[in-house]
């Protein structure tokens, strides 16, 4: 099959590039053809469809040029449409498969599809679909206020980045792709949704709940063995990897440490980060917190392996984390907030730990419980949990939806 995958970044920056360098990965182990569409980077992964790839963009650079490049691409971007549309008629790809489009690529490469009669599938990795700062988080709470396509309320809050003008473009990308040119509602055969909950969320946001199918996501095997890592002897410290912002709950997190005598390592970077090392400092946390940066790979491998436990406090609607998957399949226990998706898979007691989401004092007493539990039965019902969630299994869910929508 000759497959088409699409998505604005094509290195491992967050975890829906990190699923679709993997799915890339495991689909051509079985023989299909796949080429990549994204936006150009220095950091992007070698690849021999660059040549088609849309002109970088930065949001956060100044100017009133970029300004200007940074509204076309947001609404209809006729460089990705056109630059999209000659990788078709150099593949002629079976199915479409996008991930994230928005802002750096614009779903402008949707009417070069429906041309060309090409099927698109779409990977709900977010809510932009029904929310225009794409989190259903504002102003540190969860939020639904745009409900019923009131997405005025975007900019009445300040939704993106507590900016009238950036809330304003967002409101108004909304209004004309779903209100006025109804683009992804002609343009997408097919939705998929990580996690039921997020399936039940953009039904209840009036979108057909048969054009949504539910396929969680899958960890990542590539590493030999995840489930046979069995440390002798468990570090010393709990862990935080990903994106430090205020979304993830690192704040909860860290206000918790200082009610335990537990230690903490925080592998990422973000927005936030400054602002969490204050509180590290206000808090007089330096000898139990340390910031580590950004770690991938061996390093990061070996990170997870030796921590105690791995620590999820997001505060959003968390999806389907990869970190989380990919965690329990390695054998550890995860204390994660009890919303979104990460309910799905973590039982409170049995696979892992949940806590209300927000409240560090319960977080705390998570924590406190670890060194009571019994390690090996959690740890053990964790990785049997997510055992069916392996690449093979779910690039087989994934082939049989791209068969169906061909038939």
């Known amino acids: 099959m000759k497959i088409l995958q699409v998505n604005k970044f094509y290195y491992p920056k967050d975890g829906v590039s990190n699923y679709l360098l993997g799915l890339e990965s495991k689909l051509k182990e079985l023989g299909h053809e796949v080429r990549i569409f994204a936006m150009d980077s220095p950091k992007n992964v070698a690849c021999p469809d660059q040549k088609y790839f849309v002109s970088y963009l930065s949001f956060d650079k100044g100017g009133l040029m970029n300004t200007f490049r940074s509204l076309g691409r947001i609404f ?99 209004y004309f792709h779903h209100n006025i040119w109804h683009i992804y509602e002609k343009g997408i055969k097919l939705f998929i949704a990580p996690s039921y909950f997020m399936k039940e969320t953009v039904e209840r946001f009036g979108w057909p709940k048969e054009k949504i199918i539910t396929v969680h996501n899958f960890f990542n095997d590539q590493i030999s063995n995840p489930a046979n890592k069995i440390q002798s002897e468990l570090g010393d410290y709990l862990l935080y990897f990903g994106r430090l912002s205020e979304e993830k709950g690192t704040s909860v997190l860290i206000e918790a440490i200082a009610n335990t005598n537990q230690k903490l390592k925080i592998a990422g970077e973000g927005p936030d980060e400054l602002k969490l090392r204050n509180l590290v400092l206000k808090l007089k946390l330096e000898d139990r917190i340390s910031f580590l940066g950004f770690k991938t790979g061996v390093e990061l491998e070996e990170l997870i392996n030796n921590a105690k436990a791995i620590v999820i406090p997001s505060v959003w609607y968390e999806n389907m984390p990869l970190n989380m998957l990919e965690s329990m399949a390695r054998r550890k226990i995860v204390i994660a907030s009890r919303i979104g998706g990460m309910p799905e898979i973590i039982k409170d007691g049995e696979n892992g730990l949940l806590f209300t989401p927000g409240n560090a004092n319960e977080l705390a007493k998570k924590i406190s419980e670890l060194d009571s539990l019994n390690y090996e039965l959690i740890t053990a019902s964790a990785t049997a949990t997510v055992k069916n969630l392996n690449a093979a299994e779910h690039v087989e869910k994934i082939l049989k939806i791209y068969n169906d929508i061909l038939k």
């Open 76 to 174: 209809y971007s006729f460089e990705s449409k056109r630059k999209f549309q000659a990788l078709i008629n150099d593949f002629h790809p079976d199915i479409i498969h996008i991930h994230n489009i928005y802002h750096q690529i614009s779903p402008s490469i949707l009417s070069v599809a429906r041309r060309e009669k090409i099927p698109v599938v779409m990977h709900l990795h977010d809510y932009k679909l029904i929310c225009p700062n794409y989190k259903l988080f504002t102003h540190g709470e969860t939020c639904e206020r745009c409900r019923g396509s009131r997405y005025y309320n975007c900019t009445l809050n300040k939704c993106v980045k507590n900016s009238y003008f950036k809330s304003l473009a967002a409101t108004l990308e909304m």
